[in-house]
């Protein structure tokens, strides 16, 4: 079955730590995203990828690291530059198909807190 | 820099009414424009989307118009029921941007039984 996995589901951070969130895709996507929900508000893009080995700043990108090793794989660090990490992290994936857009496919995300 | 504006933030109506949210945005080179509905807690999902070359498109109880003159799109939902209660957002891209989306902020819609 095709789909996106986000692990963990839930994860706490304590002060000065990084982590790091795991995204990986089975759906042969090119395209990966990861974005950040705070309660009761939109998408806010972190960072994105086109292409392996290859990423982009998304608005909200300071505080944040990626790496595109793999078509399969996005990992998004935290780290302990990012002051107020706690919300709702969403990766998600699309290509394109006969020179056209394709929809977002998003994870079930992970749920980011503080300790 | 590119922009999409979602209306109303929060909407309520009765079970059966229908429930419109619109959204406008800024790239006048964005053509396609997909809709996703995401409940309490689960991850996004699209309910429809609609590309620059079509005006209209319906599936079931729910349509979404495009006029691209005014870079304005909305959403209809006929006929609501319970189960449609969820936050709903409006997206546009182009391929030529690099595969990125713009969200609008979402509308948080209930529907009262």
């Known amino acids: 079955d095709g789909g996106i996995t986000q692990s963990p589901k839930y994860l706490f951070r304590k002060e000065g730590q990084n982590v790091t969130l795991s995204c990986e895709q089975n759906l042969n996507h090119d395209a990966m995203y990861w974005y950040r929900q705070d309660p009761g508000q939109g998408l806010r893009l972190i960072y994105y990828?086109?292409?392996?080995?290859?990423?982009q700043k998304g608005d909200i990108a300071e505080g944040y690291s990626v790496s595109r090793e793999k078509k399969e794989s996005f990992p998004l660090t935290v780290t302990s530059a990012q002051k107020n990490p706690t919300a709702f992290y969403l990766c998600a994936s699309s290509t394109s198909s006969g020179g056209m857009d394709q929809p977002q496919h998003f994870g079930d995300g992970t749920r980011l807190s503080i300790l | 820099g590119e922009n999409v504006e979602q209306h109303p933030s929060t909407l309520s109506v009765q079970e059966g009414d229908s429930a419109v949210i619109k959204c406008t945005y800024s790239d006048s080179a964005s053509n396609y424009f997909p809709w996703y509905k995401q409940e309490l807690g689960k991850r996004p999902q699209l309910i429809i989307d609609?590309?620059?070359?079509?005006g209209e498109k319906k599936d079931q109880r729910i349509a979404v118009t495009l006029n691209k003159t005014a870079k304005h799109f909305s959403l209809h939902i006929t006929e609501t029921q319970p189960e449609d209660s969820a936050v709903y957002f409006c997206?546009?891209?182009?391929?030529?941007?690099?595969?990125?989306?713009?969200f609008g902020a979402g509308t948080r819609l209930f529907v009262k039984a």
């Open positions: 609609i590309r620059s070359n079509v």
């Open positions: 990828s086109q292409i392996v080995n290859d990423f």
């Open positions: 997206a546009a891209s182009q391929l030529a941007g690099g595969f990125k989306t713009i």
